[in-house]
């Protein structure tokens, strides 16, 4: 079997589906703001919704769909996250769905929305009624899809792979956005998956759910939790593959871990103010969720994130954090390496190059930290991204 | 009864305190770093510690005789916060207590060690050595010591209050430390609270404890939690008033409280780059831990801190942080105060004058939230400050 990454794919490289954006004018500078993706054929559909009590009028409408398992096309927005704005939020939604719905000559309750932007402002439907009759639907608008998702985004995060194996050939594609409130529990910021591949609808679900608590649900920007978080995939099955179910789905789920991983590294990378990718792996844990509980811990540590911007080795914050994550630890045992040095071992700190170290974490994009907690065998990886001046710049003056 | 502050009141106005402080070279800059506090009597002492596992030598030690609940001094210092050094860190505790002990001529198992600084590196024992002979202990030597356990702060944090009720006369008073890796679970950074009242030693521990729950442990900087916090009550007897227990201890409660809160938002307010303090009210919750859960996640949000930095009234923030908190909540019950004005009732946006409430968050030191939940009865406040690039700052480059 291979798996092989399509140069500049997208959400539209698998077969039969469409996508377009436009201009709408709710974001108040003047960028692509309101996109939408459409399948030619009805799809499988399996999704994971944001775990925050408080959630957009999009969640609440998208998971009666995806509790259904059925659909043909998503409207997305940014600038509006529509969320906190009760009933009068709920009749947006239903008329966006429907008026997409008219658009694409699809059943109504086939539509996914999300919205993405200021929580607590109403959509301005007037701009959202024109932007809808704007779109045009191309087998290339991927891409502008992808930017019409973006809010304080710096770059577009998309991927599409080709995969072969005994099931047949086929695509599968994505795009997220991130760049703040990043902090997913059980779902996570805007992410659309499109695949043509022929797939079993309960082991699609099931699948998307062990896969996004490996890489979405393993992300952290700034520890806060979106109101609107949300991750959908549409399968088509226009690949005319062989179904894929739970017994010969190996080389999917393989295909499809490397495509949500992708994508949420690119998410913490454009973090908000980001100028490193934090890569925390945990090992030898006692079970797998201490070794989560800890690799959270590190790259949600205000404290690591901070000095990793400074380029600074203050490796005893990434023990601290470990010491409060809730995970069972035991100092004597923990075996620290940070940029593959080791710094701290049998309970006491390591000799070693402190201003060679410094040059190094100044000099990598990555950072990487290993920690072997000796007490079990499970493990875990988090990806994170360092805390600086340029997110408190962006934060502080976000919906001005 | 009456409660009483008294002015330019420190840790040793109570009567039969003394305090000293040197310039021992610990810190890097040239400042105060260590300081012994001693009573001329045995003391009745209680105290709380960081949940954090890992924990430095001195909380080892410390915990030690808390358990026992009899000592006589505190020796402290800032600039190493000797943790993560393995047996060498504890043998140089060890001789630190000793040194004291000979000092102040009193009982090694009566002295409690604490320090405050960089994880992972040794106390510099030539100078701790040398900075404990020079060491002048006076009854007015209470601000100095004050000084000796600052870190980033930029203020001593010190009170004292006389108290007269039925029981006598007596007096209390403390001092604390922040300004970083704020966020105590359970106990705190450093704080030393003296008091010459008599007091029953179990009723002095189970009041210390519920005390700081209600101030300390609603209160957060970064959300990473020290592995050096300590918090110690010392009480000599000295004022000769009858014994305080459970039966007759209201006022003592009522005085300690008003220490605690003091020294609590003090800290919050020095919290690293702070410019504003941001106090979180939660109001008719289903049970006490919801109402916390709330108030905590609140002030914890980044998102939250770097809007207020910028004087947005940026709610929707403030909601989305109590629905990722793990309490229960239902959006259409939710009411939310802004500085007073109501920005979301029954499930939608309030109308308000959005100019004048970010003029009025400018010119207000004080951010106040009030977030009644109505699905319940219970409340808590917490307290916290905003974000600012001054933050990032200070903490990317702290141990250079």
Redesign the interface.
Same mark, same amino acid.
């Given at each position: 079997m291979t798996i092989k990454i399509i140069e500049n794919g997208n959400i539209t490289t698998p077969a039969g589906f469409f996508a377009g954006a436009t201009t709408a004018g709710i974001k108040s500078k003047n960028l692509v703001d309101l996109g939408i993706l459409f399948s030619k054929s009805l799809c499988s559909a399996a999704g994971l919704f944001t775990?925050? $009590?408080?959630?957009s009028a999009s969640v609440l409408h998208s998971q009666k769909i995806i509790n259904v398992g059925k659909a043909q096309a998503i409207i997305a927005n940014s600038g509006c996250?529509n969320?906190?704005? /009760?009933?009068?939020g709920m009749v947006d939604i239903k008329e966006m769905a429907k008026l997409t719905a008219a658009k694409c000559s699809i059943q109504v309750n086939k539509v996914i929305v999300a919205n993405t932007g200021?929580?607590?402002?109403?959509l301005p439907m007037d701009k959202v009624r024109k932007g809808i009759k704007d779109i045009d639907l191309t087998a290339y608008g991927g891409k502008d899809f992808a930017r019409a998702i973006m809010t304080t985004d710096t770059f577009e995060k998309e991927i599409a792979v080709n995969v072969k194996d005994d099931n047949g050939k086929y695509t599968i594609a994505g795009t997220a956005k991130g760049a /703040?409130?990043i902090?997913p529990?059980m779902a996570t910021m805007l992410c659309f998956l499109t695949t043509d591949a022929n797939i079993n609808q309960n082991f699609l679900q099931v699948t998307l759910k062990n896969i996004v608590d490996d890489t979405f649900n393993m992300i952290s920007v700034? =520890?806060?939790?979106?109101?609107n978080d949300m991750i959908i995939i549409l399968s088509n099955g226009l690949a005319g593959n062989s179904v894929i179910s739970n017994k010969n789905g190996g080389t999917f789920k393989e295909a499809l871990l490397e495509v949500c991983k992708y994508l949420a590294k690119a998410v913490v990378r454009d973090g908000e103010g980001a100028t490193k990718l934090i890569e925390v792996l945990v090992e030898c844990a006692r079970n797998k969720n201490d070794a989560r509980l800890i690799a959270r811990a590190i790259t949600?540590?205000? $404290?690591v994130k901070?000095?990793i911007? =400074?380029n600074?080795?203050?490796? =005893?914050?990434i $023990?601290?954090?470990? /010491?409060?994550s809730g995970a069972?630890?035991?100092?004597?045992k923990l075996i620290l390496y940070l940029n593959n040095q080791c710094?701290?071992k049998?309970?006491?700190?390591q000799d070693f190059d402190e201003e060679k170290l410094r040059t190094n974490m100044m000099e990598e994009s990555v950072i990487n930290i290993a920690l072997h907690v000796n007490n079990g065998r499970e493990k875990a990886t988090a990806w994170g991204c360092d805390?600086?001046?340029e997110?408190?710049?962006?934060?502080?003056?976000?919906?001005?």
């Open positions: 775990t925050n $009590l408080i959630k996250a969320a906190c704005t /009760g009933m009068r200021v929580i607590g402002i109403n /703040g409130m902090h529990d700034d =520890g806060d939790t979106s109101t949600s540590s205000s $404290l901070t000095a911007y =400074g600074d080795p203050n490796w =005893g914050r $023990l601290a954090a470990a /010491g409060r069972r630890i035991v100092e004597n710094v701290f049998q309970g006491k700190p805390l600086s001046k997110y408190v710049t962006i934060n502080s003056a976000y919906t001005t």
